[in-house]
Antibody, heavy 117, light 110 residues
Framework: QVQLQESGPGLVKPSETLSLTCTVS????????WSWIRQPPGKGLEWIGY???????NYNPSLRSRITISVDTSKNQFSLKLSSVTAADTAVYYC???????????WGQGILVTVSS | QSVLTQPPSASGTPGQRVTISCSGS????????VNWYQQLPGTAPKLLIY???QRPSGVPDRFSGSKSGTSASLAISGLQSEDEADYHC???????????FGGGTKLTVL
């Protein structure tokens, strides 16, 4: 059973860089795409971007200038960096695995990141 | 504003059949498959339907999905109290070259 777990700071100051890591267990990262999704409090889901285990990426156009997603297959981890954060970036951040037909079939439990001074 | 449009709320009584709609355009639902997620209060979303109408292992057959043109629907029959949750539709948008979600529908079991 594949499991994902997000980790990182729960509080980030405005204008700084948000950094999160997702650790994958119970399976290999090979042959899959791995996504980041976020959900502001009380709002819907927003796709941030994904990375293939080979390192190729695709980002949400509205966030592209501030995002970097990377992968470390030796550690079974992938990471998200979001620069120049503002209060609007406050959200629960989820990592997930892309399965059949682009579905997100395994999710982490999510981590709340608050942007505040 | 979400690219895919869902009603913000829906409701039904136990045993009833409820449907939730998801409206898009030719660049997303009209040309790609739709997935549905169930999000119970305080938890991460869970895949409910993929590829328009396929259920992952373990999802009861009370849940079904369909797609026609640029719209998709999720139907829940034999509504149960544990079905009270937020439901999100999602798909791929060719114009944006990215994944898109609906705003989510909060289902209340009366």
């Amino acid at each position: 059973q594949v499991q994902l777990q997000e980790s990182g700071p729960g509080l980030v100051k405005p204008s700084e860089t948000l950094s999160l890591t997702c650790t994958v267990s119970g399976g290999s990262m090979s042959s899959n795409y791995w996504s980041w999704i976020r959900q502001p409090p009380g709002k819907g889901l927003e796709w941030i971007g994904y990375i293939h285990y080979s390192g190729s990426t695709n980002y949400n156009p509205s966030l592209r200038s501030r995002i970097t997603i990377s992968v470390d297959t030796s550690k079974n981890q992938f990471s998200l960096k979001l620069s120049s954060v503002t209060a609007a970036d406050t959200a629960v951040y989820y990592c997930a695995r892309e399965g059949l037909s682009g579905s997100l079939d395994y999710w982490g439990q999510g981590i709340l990141v608050t942007v505040s001074s | 504003q979400s690219v895919l449009t869902q009603p913000p709320s829906a409701s039904g009584t136990p045993g009833q059949r409820v449907t939730i709609s998801c409206s898009g355009s030719s660049s997303n639902i009209g040309s790609n498959t739709v997935n549905w997620y169930q999000q119970l209060p305080g938890t991460a979303p869970k895949l409910l339907i993929y590829s328009n109408n396929q259920r992952p292992s373990g999802v009861p057959d009370r849940f079904s999905g369909s797609k026609s043109g640029t719209s998709a629907s999720l139907a829940i029959s034999g509504l149960q109290s544990e079905d009270e949750a937020d439901y999100h539709c999602a798909g791929w948008d060719d114009s944006l070259n990215g994944r898109v979600f609906g705003g989510g529908t909060k289902l209340t079991v009366l």
